[in-house]
């Protein structure tokens, strides 16, 4: 029986439990409990979800950036099964196991240039944690101990523990400041509202070069390392030349800076190769990695190191003064490994990059909206920018921020009524499991399409 009524739904006792004990991350209490935002799901099968009303959406987010190779896979469920009766889990301060060790052997295999020793750790946060803590336990163990200053770039987001929020530009200062000290933030490439007002690749090398001056000002001898995500989606997807990673690249190496490619998000194909780094022709000292590695199967995430720098600890005898019970449990690394399988046996990184272009010519479509700034993104990684004036680009927010404005809210309130789950915070995000169809596709871009008109009649833009 349902326990409460609201806006004419009836709330079933599942739901009612969710509302009485679950905190639902950085959702809102009146958005979940009177507008009818709460959504207890109970299965997947490739694209699609169905909630425990029995209402079907597509998964637009692939969850949060996660379902690669999209919901239901029962041969991972079954690896996961196997490896569980054989073995979950060994100390990951004193040993490895099997499935570990096969895991980082095909990684080593997958990823660019000398990066061949995994450290692997639950999430994404977790994984900048370990990464800022490898590369300053370097720099230290090279020699410069006051090299201890990260660079970072504006509207990147690296996670919510205390480390990566705080080279995360959104931060919030008001709740969580003082930050971790020596962050810097410098202009990220961006084709459509440029730092410099400088177009196209000029626009890019010139925030590069922000790089290098923000290295000169801090002091070289100071700075420990540079993060950044190949293709920022937080930033709303803009996609940089080349160039601007191998001029960063270059800056880094002529200053004795680390890099850190943050392939959280981009990673697994998501951007249309199994890494975004491999479309920029650079190799980072350290990469991270999550979301895509197991597909959200199961909880694991990694960072990849240079061999180099892993030199460093053999050679000095020194080990990283890091540890995480989690790490290499082997229940993930056995859902790591099958998810890896089926993203290179249906060759997934290929395929998202045949429909990310196939999406991103459907929305192209879409920028006779008043509303539709601008369309742009990488493989199955798609973002439409939405603005209140398209002369002179106002937004309807900065950065996260533009997901509390009521058209934003409203479009993905009218989205989500006609079965579309996705963000929208500065742009709507299209970024479905890889598996998707090219008639998943048309049906995702009619209802963004129908649901921008609504919005744009109601707010009397149209
Ligand atoms: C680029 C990037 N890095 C790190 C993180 C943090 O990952 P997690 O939420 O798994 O801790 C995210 C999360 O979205 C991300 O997008």
Redesign the pocket.
């Known amino acids: 029986m349902a326990d409460d009524v609201k806006h004419g739904h009836e709330i079933g006792p599942i739901e009612q439990q969710a509302l009485d004990h679950v905190w639902i991350h950085s959702a809102r209490w009146l958005d979940l409990a009177e507008r009818d935002g709460l959504r207890v799901m109970v299965r997947g099968e490739g694209c699609r979800l169905f909630d425990a009303r029995g209402r079907a959406y597509i998964d637009g987010l692939a969850g949060?950036?996660v379902v690669n190779v999209g919901h239901g896979r029962t041969e991972i469920a079954q690896a996961m099964a196997q490896q569980a009766r054989e073995l979950a889990y060994v100390s990951a301060a004193s040993y490895t196991n099997i499935a570990a060790v096969q895991l980082a052997d095909v990684l080593a295999g997958l990823t660019p240039g000398d990066l061949d020793r995994f450290f692997f750790c639950s999430?994404?946060?977790?994984?900048?944690e370990s990464a800022l803590k490898i590369a300053k336990q370097v720099q230290a163990m090279r020699g410069f101990p006051k090299r201890y200053k990260i660079i970072a770039r504006r509207g990147?987001?690296?996670?919510?523990?205390f480390g990566?929020m705080s080279i995360t530009s959104s931060r919030n200062e008001k709740f969580f400041g003082p930050f971790m000290y020596g962050v810097s933030f410098v202009p990220s490439p961006n084709r459509y509202r440029n730092d410099f007002g400088i177009e196209g690749e000029e626009g890019d090398l010139r925030c590069a070069e922000a790089i290098e001056e923000e290295i000169q000002s801090q002091g070289p001898d100071t700075v420990a390392a540079v993060i950044g995500?190949p293709v920022?989606?937080?930033n709303s997807n803009h996609v940089p030349s080349p160039r601007y990673w191998q001029r960063v690249r270059e800056i880094c190496d002529a200053h004795g800076v680390l890099l850190i490619m943050?392939?959280?998000?981009?990673g697994f194909g998501r951007t249309g190769t199994m890494f975004a780094t491999e479309q920029f022709g650079v190799v980072p000292d350290l990469m991270?990695m999550?979301?895509g590695l197991s597909s959200g199967y199961a909880p694991i995430?990694a960072v990849a190191v240079g061999r180099q720098l892993f030199d460093e600890f053999k050679k000095q005898d020194v080990a990283l003064a890091h540890l995480l019970t989690f790490g290499g449990q082997a229940v993930s690394c056995a859902a790591a490994l099958k998810n890896i399988e089926i993203l290179q046996r249906e060759e997934l990184p290929q395929r998202s990059a045949q429909q990310g272009r196939y999406l991103l010519g459907r929305l192209e479509q879409l920028r006779t909206h008043p509303t539709v700034g601008d369309v742009r993104g990488l493989g199955l990684m798609c973002a439409v920018e939405l603005v209140r004036n398209k002369q002179t680009k106002e937004p309807f927010g900065w950065g996260p921020a533009a997901a509390a404005h009521p058209f934003n809210r409203r479009v993905a309130e009218l989205m989500e009524e006609r079965g579309l789950l996705t963000r929208v915070f500065m742009s709507i995000q299209l970024c479905p499991p890889l598996v998707i169809g090219r008639e998943e596709i048309d049906e995702m871009v009619a209802i963004v399409d129908e649901s921008l008109s609504v919005a744009e009649q109601e707010f009397g833009f149209a």
């Open positions: 949060l950036y999430g994404g946060s977790e994984a900048v990147g987001y690296h996670g919510a523990t990566a995500e920022s989606v937080s943050d392939e959280v998000i981009n991270t999550a979301k995430a």
